[in-house]
């Protein structure tokens, strides 16, 4: 029989094409739930303008978000092989780098949460805040610049979706992730997941519907921007064709069509609108198929990218 | 729902990536019509027991009745091979005793194990304790099975079905289920409304929905459907059983923990051996039983004994596969053993003509064709130097092997069926 042995197995010949884990796909999710968070906290403080009547959920929503993204950066933290060395990502700004974009916006949105939870926070949280007196006095100057507040944490939010995508998408060798629509789709997937989550936050029956419909309208994006990725694939270059192949039939194809796209975009953007038209009541179930589906793109985008390198999916030592 | 997509996923119709796909569909259609018939509610299931609404009941059978009508029109218009499906075996006194349990806990939680997660996706707290009890009661009866596993395992009548154990055709079978279910539906609705007029002129109000008014369209489209499945079954049933014997109704053969139904396989050719291998595409074990020289062995073979081969077998110490190749030096002495091996409920060939057959047609080259050959005679030259080379290592263009013969085993053993 004959049997042909390509022995790659020596050390540092190959390059490493594996390198991002579970702790990548955490931090692009919680991430993108945070920009979708910032987004709708401001769009919801510009409707309520001078009334400063804003839902329950979005109260919770600010109090949330410097929570989630610390545990994200956190994961991003773990995947530093030299943990020491993080403050180093702040004596420098490339502009060119979107690894050095991207820990400046994330150093840059912490103020503006916590400027956030000094305003909107639920009353029982906000009031153990403001007694301390620099915090009273934050809050009262963020106070007068409620509006600026919203418009910021609108154009954040929109800038550290986008980013997410990005940070993916500015390696040219991996073919998978080299797409333009890979920020608008993370961006869709953030806002869609953030609109999950207030509508799983919410009681009141009008504020909930008014996510519910904010969530159709974000997965229906998400769907269509996924048809984008495809396209802009199927129509690239060689590579970027045989990269999109592990979603058609290849490797990755059961994980992104059920997980991604049935279980987290299609089910429940027709459970949701279903629900919409009173036709269904949907448990909390729905919202968290629509979170479960965050998670699960960012995973599968970042596992099947690093896969569609050299050799497909298949393992570089061991393939013959 | 069983574990695979049957038939088209036997039929190699899909990749596995395509049929988890599908089966996804599957599950959330199957959850979706269950939380809209209503069984995603406990109240619904239980209102059975007290007469109130049998809604349920009426799903369940027109379920069944369907799936069933499909079964037989389809195998009997020959769309499916009834052959393949696989049935749980069945443990008769083991069985009733299980049901009964298991009915018991529907009354007590108004759940099975399928409406328990539709109903916990629909936001119900009470299903997802009973949810949290199907794992709590596999583990007391695994603890339990060493006092449990005699009893559990007595009285297997194999793989029963109703037409091989009445010995009757299908399609009278069929037929009588479908009458069965008619009755009940309207022994059914006329308890429901018996029940319901108890209440007429108290203050306590009727339970279960309110009476249903009857679309005189719906109704007759429902009549018709009837009808035409009943008519269905008949012609096309009596069409199946005109080809088979009832006992082979839903009838699975093959490798089993219980039971041992081997079989042997028609003997296979050096050639074709030489192309499943090549294609690699069914899982086979070579067994060489010669004790001397082992000149000219199949590539991959492994060496056991004619003396140790049955005992082997059946301490299971064979690898596992989907059919056992037995080889020899001449291919006679490995006639004899098949048998054994096939007693031990494993599907066993053997190579014809044994090492010496494979030898000359694999081993040594093809003579090339002379003088007036036809076009089939230049591919069997093709065919055969390309396997040739691949099996010597010689150098030569791509392989063009024909299409390896297919042996024909059963499907592994899945798990599943029941309700849930």
């Not at chain 1, 993080?86 to 780098?97: E, H």
């Not at chain 2, 069945?90 to 298991?102: E, H, K, S």
């Not at chain 2, 192309?275 to 899982?283: N, Y």
Request: include cysteine; charged fraction near 15%; proline fraction near 5%.
């Amino acid at each position: 029989m004959t049997e042909t042995l390509v022995l790659r197995t020596n050390e540092g010949i190959d390059p490493q094409l594996h390198i991002w884990g579970w702790d990548v796909a955490g931090y692009l999710f919680l991430g993108g739930l945070v920009a979708g968070l910032l987004f709708f906290i401001g769009l919801h403080m510009r409707r309520s303008g001078a009334r400063r009547a804003l839902p329950t959920s979005v109260r919770w929503g600010a109090v949330a978000a410097p929570l989630l993204l610390g545990a994200g950066m956190f994961l991003l933290f773990l995947d530093l092989d030299l943990k020491l060395h993080v403050w180093r990502f702040y004596t420098a700004f490339r502009w060119t780098s979107p690894m050095s974009w991207g820990s400046w916006i994330l150093l840059l949105v912490f103020p503006l949460m916590l400027v956030q939870v000094l305003l909107i926070a639920p009353e029982s949280i906000r009031s153990l805040l403001v007694r301390a007196a620099p915090a009273s006095w934050a809050a009262s100057m963020a106070e007068r610049g409620w509006n600026v507040v919203a418009s910021l944490s609108i154009l954040t939010g929109v800038a550290l979706g986008i980013y997410t995508g990005i940070l993916l998408g500015a390696s040219v060798a991996r073919p998978l992730w080299s797409s333009a629509a890979l920020g608008p789709l993370f961006l869709a997937s953030g806002i869609s997941g953030a609109a999950a989550l207030l509508a799983l936050l919410e009681r009141d029956h009008a504020a909930r519907a008014w996510f519910t419909r904010a969530d159709v309208w974000a997965l229906g994006a998400e769907l269509a921007l996924i048809g984008a990725f495809f396209v802009g694939h199927a129509t690239s270059t060689r590579c970027h064709i045989e990269a999109i192949q592990l979603f058609l039939g290849g490797a990755y194809t059961a994980p992104f069509w059920g997980l991604v796209v049935v279980v987290g975009v299609a089910a429940p953007l027709l459970l949701e609108w279903l629900e919409l038209r009173g036709r269904v009541v949907v448990s909390a179930a729905v919202p968290v198929l629509v979170l479960v589906g965050g998670l699960a793109l960012r995973y599968v985008i970042v596992a099947a990218g690093q896969a569609a390198g050299v050799g497909g999916d298949a393992p570089l030592n061991t393939f013959f | 729902m069983s574990g695979s997509l049957f038939p088209l996923y036997t039929s190699g119709a899909f990749g596995d990536e395509i049929v988890l796909f599908i089966q996804l569909l599957v599950g959330i259609g199957f959850g979706f019509a269950l939380e809209r018939s209503g069984f995603a509610r406990s109240e619904n299931l239980v209102s059975i027991f007290y007469g109130r609404d049998f809604r349920v009941m009426r799903v369940m059978f027109t379920a069944i009745l369907t799936a069933m009508a499909g079964l037989v029109m389809l195998s009997g218009a020959g769309l499916m091979d009834m052959g393949l499906l696989y049935l749980n075996e069945t443990f008769l006194w083991a069985q009733l005793v299980g049901g009964l349990v298991l009915g018991a806990g529907f009354v007590v939680s108004g759940y099975c194990p399928g409406t328990s997660l539709a109903g916990a996706a629909s936001g119900r707290i009470d299903a997802l304790f009973v949810i949290a009890g199907v794992p709590l009661g596999s583990w007391i009866y695994a603890e339990l099975y060493p006092l449990l596993g005699a009893f559990a395992n007595s009285a297997s009548m194999g793989t029963a079905s109703l037409p091989s154990w009445l010995g009757a055709p299908v399609w009278v079978v069929a037929v009588g289920v479908f009458l069965f279910a008619g009755g009940a539906f309207l022994a059914v609705g006329r308890i429901e409304r018996w029940v319901r007029r108890r209440f007429v002129g108290t203050e306590v109000p009727a339970p279960g929905p309110a009476p249903i008014r009857i679309n005189p369209l719906k109704s007759a489209t429902h009549h018709l459907l009837f009808a035409a499945g009943l008519i269905g079954v008949v012609v096309l049933g009596a069409a199946y059983s005109a080809r088979t014997v009832p006992a082979d109704w839903g009838r699975y053969v093959g490798p089993d923990e219980h039971e041992h139904e081997g079989k042997v396989l028609p003997p296979l050719g050096a050639i074709e051996l030489a192309r499943i291998l090549v294609e690699g595409s069914q899982e086979i074990a070579i067994i060489d039983i010669r004790e001397g020289s082992k000149e000219a062995s199949v590539p991959g073979s492994i060496f056991v004994s004619a003396g140790d081969l049955t005992e082997r077998a059946a301490a299971h110490e064979l690898p596992h596969v989907d059919a056992y190749v037995l080889v020899s030096g001449d291919g006679e002495r490995v006639r004899e053993l098949a048998p054994s091996l096939a007693a031990h409920g494993l599907y066993a060939t053997w190579l014809d003509g044994g090492t010496r057959a494979w030898k000359k047609a694999i081993l040594s080259p093809p003579r090339t064709p002379e003088g007036g050959v036809t076009k089939d005679q230049v591919a069997l030259y093709e065919e055969r130097a390309s396997i040739h080379a691949y099996f010597t290592d010689a150098k030569t263009a791509p392989l063009k092997v024909k299409a390896s013969p297919v042996l024909k085993v059963a499907p592994k053993k899945r798990k599943g069926g029941g309700c849930s």
